[in-house]
């Protein structure tokens, strides 16, 4: 049991099972699901820091680490999650067994990178969730603190809203013209392709290639990007007047049952438009929620409560 906790305090990461279900069958018989949960910013003494981008599984995007299988004589190394080969870049040359890149140490599970480069050039990005099944009261405050929030921000971080109750809307900001919405239902599962697709980012560039959607160097042009998210010097007419004319959730709801709350649905949308936009940055999700989650995935059946959540999307 201590060589778990021990693992769990060096790389900040919690599972329900020690050992990966070993067929279809057993992980079908697990009454909890493999699953985890991953503190992004838990501080560790001995964790190093490369100067240099992470290398990519070309198919997955996963990053090379202890668990690649390398062929130093072909310098190819084979992603663990979907076994792609890859080729070593020329910087990888040098590698062999006795002279291993530091992402490839056993005990250089976490590591972090830091590249000149590409901090300067990604801003900081925020992308509000907010829940509409409020009071009025309680919506006037938030559109106020949301309104002083956004006054706050760096003029050069992108900026997006989400808004949510039954449904699901994704407002186009890039739009200033009239207000424009995509709308989703919230019980209805989606995957990150199809939430893509119907948002129209493929209308006018072919779609590329399966599990490859990530940023403009992936298939997604600037100008898609820019609908959703914009810098704060850029959006801040068009977030306020999103937020002036957001108005509580207009579906009926009976006196004996809580307002239809789609909050999971809301989250994997965002997350999804920021995996898919600004992969591999500081990208940052700042849920509004004013009660349990009560339609589509995770619905749950709790006391009314007030919640404001952060979650960093990582690469």
């Not at 250089?108 to 901090?119: A, D, F, G, H, L």
């Not at 801003?123 to 919506?139: A, G, K, R, Y």
């Not at 006054?151 to 900001?173: A, I, M």
């Not at 849920?287 to 959540?309: C, H, K, L, Q, Y």
Request: proline content about 9%; hydrophobic content about 40%; aromatic content about 10%.
């Amino acid at each position: 049991m201590a060589e778990f906790q021990d693992l769990e305090s060096q790389d900040g990461v919690r599972m329900p099972w020690n050992v990966f279900p070993g067929s279809k069958q057993e992980s079908a018989n697990c009454v909890v699901p493999v699953s985890t949960i991953y503190t992004p910013l838990k501080p560790l003494s001995n964790m190093p820091v490369l100067p240099y981008p992470p290398l990519r599984c070309r198919t997955c995007r996963s990053v090379l680490n202890p668990f690649s299988v390398v062929d130093f004589m072909a310098k190819i190394w084979i992603c663990p999650f979907c076994f792609q080969r890859n080729h070593f870049p020329p910087h990888y040359a040098s590698i062999s067994e006795d002279n291993l890149p530091a992402e490839l140490f056993p005990q250089y599970t976490t590591i972090e990178y830091e590249s000149p480069t590409e901090k300067s050039s990604v801003p900081p990005v925020f992308l509000f969730v907010v829940d509409t099944c409020l009071i009025e009261e309680e919506l006037g405050f938030l559109k106020s603190a949301l309104s002083q929030a956004i006054d706050l921000l760096p003029d050069n971080s992108l900026v997006g809203l989400v808004t949510f109750g039954t449904y699901v809307h994704v407002h186009e900001l890039g739009f200033g013209q009239i207000s424009k919405t995509y709308v989703f239902k919230g019980s209805k599962e989606m995957s990150k392709d199809q939430i893509l697709e119907q948002m129209s980012f493929f209308v006018k560039k072919p779609k590329p290639t399966p599990g490859v959607i990530a940023g403009a160097m992936d298939g997604l042009s600037g100008e898609s990007i820019a609908r959703f998210l914009l810098p704060a010097s850029e959006c801040e007419f068009a977030l306020n007047s999103a937020l002036e004319e957001l108005q509580k959730d207009p579906w009926a709801v009976p006196a004996d049952q809580r307002a239809t709350r789609c909050t999971s649905m809301a989250l994997s949308v965002a997350a999804s438009l920021l995996g898919a936009c600004v992969p591999g940055s500081g990208a940052r999700i700042m849920a509004f929620i004013g009660g349990p989650s009560t339609e589509g995935p995770g619905a749950v059946s709790i006391d009314r409560f007030i919640i404001i959540a952060e979650f960093h999307v990582l690469p």
